[in-house]
């Protein structure tokens, strides 16, 4: 079946230190990848959009100089959030898909970022 | 803009009751529409997704049907169990060049014995 993992499951760091977080996915071609962040209220933020082969597109309040990704090929993704502060503590999920808008994202079980 | 509104943040049942999630969205576009439950700690996991105009699309008891003409997509389960409890949230996929997925700011499903 399809899967994505997603590591490390939970991290924390010091304020104004970064961290990298990875995803795979396995038994699909990952052409397409969304990064998003949930809040402790459990709401939704989507980060970013990749695409293999494309640029990376950034949401409102999210650049590329904040949370870096790569998306190489077909099974792997990463994003760094750098100098991480209070504000960007939550859970960082990685959605993964192959093919168009109507087919599901399978979703890593989240990198849980604390910052201390 | 694209948008979904789940109304409920926390719904909670006595095991055996019937149970209906509500869901609206706006878009201009023909939409995916799906429901992704998430249990504590774990991933979200897809239930059910439709893009049929009035056709009824189920998955392990819960039910939802597309109704393009009230831009609703609710979700239903005819007698609870336990293990449902999870949050469940509803999202939506325009059908345009851009895939993202939008998604609702989710309910809290909390099943007592």
């Known amino acids: 079946g399809a899967l994505v993992y997603q590591y490390p499951r939970r991290t924390i760091c010091k304020s104004g230190t970064s961290m990298r977080m990875e995803c795979q996915a396995v038994?699909?071609?990952?052409?397409?990848v969304a990064w998003y962040r949930q809040s402790p209220q459990k709401t939704f933020e989507l980060i970013a959009l990749s695409t293999v082969n494309s640029a990376i597109k950034y949401e409102q309040n999210f650049t590329q100089e904040k949370f870096p990704i790569s998306h190489p090929n077909l099974s792997f993704s990463s994003m760094t959030v750098l100098n991480a502060y209070l504000e960007d503590r939550g859970l960082y999920l990685c959605?993964?898909?192959?093919?168009?808008?109507?087919?599901?994202?399978?979703f890593g079980h989240g990198t849980k970022l604390s910052v201390l | 803009g694209d948008s979904v509104t789940q109304t409920e943040g926390l719904v909670t049942l006595t095991k055996g009751l019937p149970v209906m999630l509500n869901c609206t969205y706006q878009t201009t576009y023909s939409p995916f529409l799906f429901w992704y439950v998430q249990h504590l700690n774990e991933a979200p996991k897809l239930l059910l997704k439709s893009s049929t105009d009035n056709k009824r699309t189920e998955h392990q008891g819960f039910y939802a049907t597309l109704h393009k003409s009230s831009s609703s997509f609710h979700l239903q389960k005819s007698s609870v169990q336990l293990s449902d409890s999870a949050l469940y949230f509803c999202a939506l996929s325009p059908s345009s060049g851009s895939w993202q997925l939008i998604f609702g700011s989710g309910t809290q499903l909390t099943v007592m014995p």
């Open positions: 959605g993964a898909r192959e093919g168009g808008a109507g087919e599901r994202l399978f």
């Open positions: 038994g699909f071609q990952a052409t397409s």
